[in-house]
């Protein structure tokens, strides 16, 4: 059940925090974001949240006649795919784990090197023709289309990088459920292409907000009211990143099959949970930003990882309406990147990964285990919002290493 915070001038917080951690930051933030004059009937703060860039991460924000872009945030469209497979776990031991590990790292780019410049091994050197003729049929006409518009949400690397993993938690994992059946789930969203346009259309709505006057909580939740053409250019560029992002994690787990040469099984649960939605709640249509969280309307599937050594669970939505039909995206962040590499050993990640074939190097010291949530704590949490259908775990993780963390990982 929530907690109700009150953020003053009569706003709410509904907040599903009981047993898990939530620092006064993260609370001071939520405040913030819920004196915007737009929310409609309260903000829903998840078992995962915590301080984010802009607002925080685990926030359902639904609105009338607004909308925040860094209340999305740069990496729009983020989310999580699960594909059951039809392979045991003793045919990959037999196969041996690191060269399966090496296979999958072979078939798709991930990371980041050279500031994402020439040869980074992040994107495709040479796009392969099938990836190259997803982006021309469903992409590249409406990118040139909203970029003529709006020229600044141009990246250069496109089709480049349809298809590729990037860096901080996304991940690809091979995991075992209890019934010892073999799931690939993946984790990533609309990379540079999507980083552009959320960083892009932030600074204009500071920029509009500027212009007209307009006092804000925090600078960062500048927002672009409905009857300004801005607002319209975002709404399709959002949409157009959540499309790429969606394309982008299919064409991951199909690389992924084919390098494993193994069979999927029944479809696959895929669901976004950094996004926009246009939906209706209490009567009324709303626009719902979730930002680290999850659509978990009743009979809805979902899907909610834990971290590196940690479980992933598949679950089906209850329909809350209070949390606005929504969930946790995952375990949640306890503590700041910063804060793990100084505060975690190697000695420590190696022990907390016990049982998986992943990196475990200095690089990776970010993502230890120990600077999350403990999964088993959100999910206890937030039992009034889901309920676990499928409990899996990892024994592979792939993760993607960008600039910084690759130099600390060859130190």
Not at 54 to 75: H, K, N, R
Not at 185 to 205: D, E, Q
Not at 260 to 272: E, K, R, S, T, Y
Not at 303 to 322: D, F
Request: aromatic fraction near 8%; hydrophobic fraction near 40%.
């Amino acid at each position: 059940m929530f907690e109700v915070i009150d953020a003053g001038n009569g706003k709410i917080i509904k907040a599903w925090k009981r047993g898990v951690p939530f620092d006064d930051n993260t609370i001071e933030q939520l405040k913030k974001t819920a004196q915007l004059p737009f929310i409609f009937k309260h903000i829903a703060a998840m078992p995962d949240a915590h301080l984010g860039s802009g607002s925080t991460i685990g926030t359902v924000m639904p609105t009338l006649g607004a909308v925040c872009p860094a209340a999305v945030g740069v990496d729009i469209g983020c989310g999580m795919f699960a594909q059951h497979l039809q392979i045991t776990k003793q045919d990959l031991l037999n196969r041996g784990l690191p060269e399966i590990r090496a296979a999958i790292e072979k078939a798709v780019p991930h990371g980041r090197t050279n500031d994402g410049g020439e040869g980074d091994r992040g994107a495709w050197h040479n796009v392969a023709q099938k990836i190259s003729n997803t982006w021309l049929l469903n992409f590249a006409q409406e990118y040139e289309q909203i970029c003529k518009l709006n020229p600044g949400v141009r990246h250069p690397k496109t089709a480049a990088h349809l298809g590729t993993l990037g860096t901080g938690n996304h991940f690809i994992e091979l995991s075992e459920d209890e019934d010892e059946r073999i799931w690939l789930v993946l984790h990533s969203g609309s990379r540079g292409l999507g980083n552009k346009i959320g960083t892009y259309f932030t600074k204009i709505a500071q920029e509009l907000c500027d212009d007209f006057f307009i006092s804000l909580p925090h600078r960062d939740l500048a927002y672009l009211p409905i009857g300004v053409p801005e607002f319209a250019q975002y709404r399709q560029a959002v949409q157009f990143a959540q499309r790429f992002a969606w394309s982008n994690r299919l064409a991951m787990a199909d690389a992924v099959i084919a390098a494993l040469g193994v069979q999927a099984v029944d479809n696959p649960v895929h669901c976004h949970h950094n996004y926009i939605s246009w939906e209706r709640h209490f009567g009324q249509d709303v626009m719902v930003t979730r930002k680290g969280a999850v659509r978990a309307d009743k009979g809805m599937f979902g899907i909610i990882p834990g971290s590196m050594g940690a479980r992933t669970y598949i679950v089906e939505g209850l329909g809350e309406r209070e949390s606005f039909c929504s969930c946790s995206h995952g375990a949640g962040r306890k503590m700041s990147r910063t804060r793990a590499e100084a505060e975690f050993t190697v000695a420590d990640l190696v022990a907390a990964t016990v049982g998986v074939e992943c990196d475990k190097s200095v690089g990776v010291l970010d993502e230890a285990p120990g600077s999350y949530k403990s999964i088993e704590d959100v999910m206890a949490a937030q039992t009034d919002l889901v309920k676990p259908v499928v409990r899996m775990k990892q024994f592979l993780c792939v993760k993607g290493i960008g600039d910084k963390r690759e130099r600390k990982r060859k130190s």
